[in-house]
Every structure is written in structure tokens, then in C-alpha cells.
């Protein structure tokens, strides 16, 4: 550490070059961390509560969703032709978002409806058959849906003011483009006069990483100019701030570029991970300045570069314990099975050596190019907390060490008891967003009209014979061939026992593998 002091004190513009040309470097790695947002990726891989939806996922292509609402105009009902005509062109819509599922759509205006003309079986949805809907079709769409039962609040509510429309989010998709793109439908269809509200899984997502992301860049200016005025009032110098700064802040590009070429992605938890990496990599600064300045107060005839040398080597084995413990401490948090805070771990570990390094390198070479020298004379606030200091300490020693360290135990055990009682585990996305969020009305809007918007899945364990109860439609209808994609639903497939014909077990197998799906109306 005494050889980087004396190198970067006799060659300054060398290693400050030498940092700047580093940091062109990394900086090309920069904008290729992404950030992360799927919720899946906050969970261990492999986690045994998981395991079994892990499954069923891959099983059943399940995957993260998108719920759009559409209210009744004027708190008209839905089945007007109108507000149908709206739901299906919101569907299509939805359905031409990059990073949808397009077949995934799902709501009125894609439930097959059973209908036989001249012994031929039409099950395409009545919103889908190239006629523009009318007021008998809205009354058939209307009593077709409520004999059906799909009224339950889930495609549609029980008093038929508001419609839903889900769509599969592909999970490799950018959600925070994909929440982009059906917030501006969800405008344009406003804009028009009709009641659209938007919410689901993957909509939670982008939004709390989008609203992380606007406070980590409202959030770093702050932090920066409340460091800069206390730096600045602590040495009544401009030298250790802009030092300080520009060391922190290299050592951040470095970090972050490192992560760009490993390709390593950002999550939600670990957005603020800058912030605690500036206010953490600042204090060997403060530090080795405050030896450095007050050597150079009471020395003011000395060379700038001799009192570097001699100030910063004083302090450099605390300054050197301080980055090793620091450096274990963030290093351990990697040995956890999150891959947030695995990240969060082995990344800060990283930037705090860059951060020492920097402390011993570019810091001293920078004093010596600004030839940083104080003023002689000591400051009023230093003194008048001096002043403040001397007048508690004669206080403490009359009231004796073992009364005084049994009070400060006492106050504190009552201060984190009553602290600890007041704790929760926030684990709704929801309530970690603004409530003003037009996402955050949408979602209760939703819950309020509808059936909610996390839906809960589970997958039956069928016996070895077990068949679909879709007999007369399958026989009616052929080979299994012919009934259209897009009619059946993994999660509605149902069971029974006995026999099974050949297009039924065609159609169990193709249920069990997620290849086609069926309905409520199939099975009616």
C-alpha cells in the first residue's frame, strides 16, 4: 500500500489516465445489464415449495399473465354490442403485443359457443364468425354466458358491467415493453370513452421495476449532493469532494461494466445496491483525508505529496481491516440460494476493492494535481462539536460506565422490542407501489368488480383410465382433428372412469401435454 501511495504521488497524470482509459473500457459494458423482473427469478432454483409448480409450469406452458378489464360505458352492462365489439378488438390488440402469447388471449370474445347448422358443429366464438355483433347476438352472448356459469367473475361479472381479457406473457418477454405497450392501449380505448383497467402478474412486475428504477435516478443525485455538502462543510474544502465523488463513481462504472460482460442481470432487490456502494466506498476516502487535511493544518510548509505519503500510510492497516471485514460481510451474503442477494454480494464485495484501491491510487494522485491545501486555521463546526463533546463526557464519567452502559442497553432493547413488534413481510406487489399508480387502481378496480387477478392453479392427479367428459362433441365432431385450436383449457380438462373412444384419448393426451385446451362450453 506505502509502494501504490509513493507511485501514484511521483506519476499522478499516469494513474489518472490510467483510471479514465479503465473506465472507457467498462463503460462498454454498461448497457448490457438488464434488468430482471420476473418474480420467478426471486425464488432458488429448485426450491422444494416449487418444485411441483415448476412442473406443472413446464407441463402446462404456464406462465406469467396480463389482465385487462373493460367496464360498460356510463356503467352501462357489457353485453351491449358495443362494449363487445370492444372487448374483441382490445383482444386482437392484446394479442399483437410483442412478448404475447397470441393463442394465450382468452375472454368472451374467444369462448366457443356450440352451434349446429345443417349437421355441421360451429364452435367458433359468436364475436368471431365475421358478423358485426348486434343486439340479439349481445342477448344470446348474455344468456349463454350466465347458463354457462362464466359469469363467475373471471371472463365476466355477476352483474355484467365489467369483462375481463388475459393474455400469457412469454417468459423470456421485456415485461417493462410489454406494460408500456397495454398502458397505451388501455389509453387509446380510454381516450374513447370506455372504462379499461389493467393488472396481472407481469404488470406488477415491470411497474415496481420501472417506479425502482425512476427512484434509484431520483435518489443517487440526492445522495451525491447531501455527501458533497457534508464533505464540504466537515473539510470547508472543494478538493475532497470532487475527489471523493469521482473515485466512488469510477469505482461503480467499473463494477457495473464487469457485470455488463458477464451479462449478469439487475433484479428489483437489488436496484439500490449504487446507493449503498457510494455511501460505503466514501468512508476510507473520508478517512484518509481527514488524516491528510489535518496533518497539512498543522504543517502547512510541507510538500503536498510528502504529507499524502505519510497521512495516508498512517491510517492505511484500519483503512485495510475496515475493506476486509466489509469485503467478508458482502462476500457472505453470495452464500445465500437467492440470486439477488448473491448478486448484491459478490458485486459490492467487488466495488469496495475497487473503491480501496481507488483510495490509494487515484485520490492521493488527484490531491497532488489540484495541490489540495486547506486553509491553517480550524473551522467553526469542527470546534463547536469539540466544544459539545467535552461538556457531555464530564457527564458520563460522573454518572459512572456501568450505570451509564446498562441505561443505553435498556433504552435500546426497548427501542428494537417495540421496533421488532411493528415488523411485517411485505410480500404484496401491489402495496410496494405508489397507491396514486394507475396500476394500483386498476388492480383494486379489478378485485373490486371481478374475481381478483392472482390466479391459484392446481393440477388433479388423474387415475391411469381416466377420460375426458367430452364424448358427444368429440363423437359428433369425428376425428379430434377438427375441433378448432384454442378451444380447450389444460386447467378445465376433466376426469372420469371407464372406457375411452379414440378421439378421447386423443384429446386427454393432448390435455395432459398442454397441446389443446377445453372449455366449460366444450364440455357442455
Known amino acids: 500500500m506505502l509502494a501504490l ?23 462498454c459494458g454498461v448497457p448490457a445489464v438488464e434488468p430482471r423482473l420476473d418474480a420467478r427469478s426471486l425464488i432458488p432454483a429448485g426450491d422444494p415449495a416449487m418444485a411441483a409448480g415448476d412442473v406443472a409450469a413446464r407441463r402446462f406452458e404456464l406462465r406469467d399473465m396480463v389482465v385487462v378489464a373493460v367496464g360498460g360505458r356510463g356503467g352501462g352492462t357489457i353485453y351491449d354490442p358495443a362494449a363487445l365489439a370492444v372487448v374483441a378488438a382490445l383482444g386482437r390488440d392484446l394479442a399483437r403485443v410483442a412478448g404475447i402469447v397470441p393463442g394465450s388471449v382468452v375472454s368472451l370474445a374467444t369462448v366457443p359457443r356450440l352451434h349446429i347448422d345443417d349437421d355441421q358443429l360451429d364452435l367458433r366464438p359468436w364475436l368471431d364468425r365475421g358478423v358485426a355483433p348486434d343486439a340479439a347476438m349481445a342477448r344470446r352472448i348474455q344468456t349463454e354466458t350466465a347458463a354457462l356459469g362464466l359469469d363467475d367473475g373471471v371472463l365476466a361479472a355477476r352483474d355484467g358491467r365489467t369483462a375481463a381479457i388475459y393474455a400469457d406473457v412469454r417468459p423470456e418477454a421485456d415485461r417493462l415493453r410489454v406494460s408500456r405497450q397495454v398502458q397505451a392501449l388501455a389509453a387509446k380505448w380510454s381516450a374513447a370513452g370506455w372504462p379499461i383497467y389493467y393488472s396481472g402478474t407481469a ?31 466537515a473539510f470547508r474544502h472543494w478538493a475532497p469532494v470532487v475527489v471523493s465523488l469521482l473515485e466512488v463513481g469510477l469505482s461503480q462504472i467499473w463494477t457495473v461494466g464487469i457485470m455488463g460482460f458477464q451479462h449478469q442481470a439487475v433484479f428489483v432487490t437489488t ?61 457472505s451474503i453470495a452464500l445465500t440460494r437467492l440470486e439477488p442477494q448473491r448478486v448484491f454480494g459478490l458485486y459490492g464485495g467487488l466495488s469496495l476493492l475497487f473503491s480501496s484501491l481507488g483510495t ?62 411493528r415488523l411485517r413481510v411485505q410480500d404484496n406487489w401491489m402495496a410496494n407501489l405508489p397507491p396514486s399508480s394507475p396500476m394500483v387502481r386498476g388492480d ?14 392446481f393440477e388433479p392427479d388423474l387415475v391411469a383410465r381416466a377420460r375426458l367428459l367430452v364424448g358427444d362433441i368429440l363423437e359428433r365432431a369425428g376425428a379430434g382433428d377438427e375441433i378448432p385450436a384454442g378451444t380447450v383449457r389444460p386447467s378445465l380438462c376433466r376426469s372420469g372412469s371407464g372406457g375411452a373412444s379414440h378421439q378421447q384419448r386423443r384429446a386427454s393426451e393432448a390435455c395432459a401435454q398442454g397441446g389443446t385446451r377445453v372449455d366449460r362450453a366444450a364440455e357442455k
Do not use: C
Open 5 to 27: 501511495l509513493r507511485f501514484s504521488v511521483g506519476h499522478p497524470w499516469l494513474v489518472v489516465v490510467a483510471s479514465l482509459l479503465a473506465s472507457a473500457v467498462f463503460v
Open 203 to 233: 404488470m406488477a412486475q415491470a411497474v415496481l421495476g420501472e417506479a425502482a428504477a425512476h427512484d434509484l435516478v431520483r435518489l443517487v443525485p440526492v445522495v451525491v449532493a447531501v455527501l458533497a455538502a457534508v464533505l464540504s462543510l
Open 271 to 331: 436496484l439500490v445496491l449504487p446507493v449503498i456502494l457510494i455511501v460505503i466506498g466514501m468512508t476510507d476516502d473520508i478517512y484518509a483525508l481527514n488524516n491528510y487535511f489535518s496533518q497539512a493544518r498543522a504543517e502547512p510548509g510541507r510538500p503536498v505529496g510528502e504529507l499524502i505519503v505519510e497521512s495516508f500510510g498512517e491510517v492505511r492497516f484500519p483503512i485495510l481491516f475496515t475493506t476486509i471485514t466489509t469485503f467478508m460481510g458482502l462476500v
Open 360 to 421: 490509494f491510487t487515484l485520490v492521493p494522485a488527484l490531491l497532488v494535481l489540484f495541490d489540495a491545501r486547506p486553509a491553517p486555521r480550524r473551522r467553526l463546526p469542527a470546534r463547536a462539536f469539540e466544544t459539545a463533546i467535552a461538556r457531555f463526557l464530564p457527564a458520563l464519567a460522573k454518572a459512572g460506565p456501568r450505570r451509564v452502559l446498562a441505561s443505553l442497553l435498556l433504552a435500546l432493547a426497548a427501542a428494537g422490542g417495540l421496533a421488532a413488534a
Open 444 to 457: 383494486r378496480a379489478i378485485n373490486r368488480r371481478l374475481a381478483g387477478t392472482n390466479p391459484q392453479r
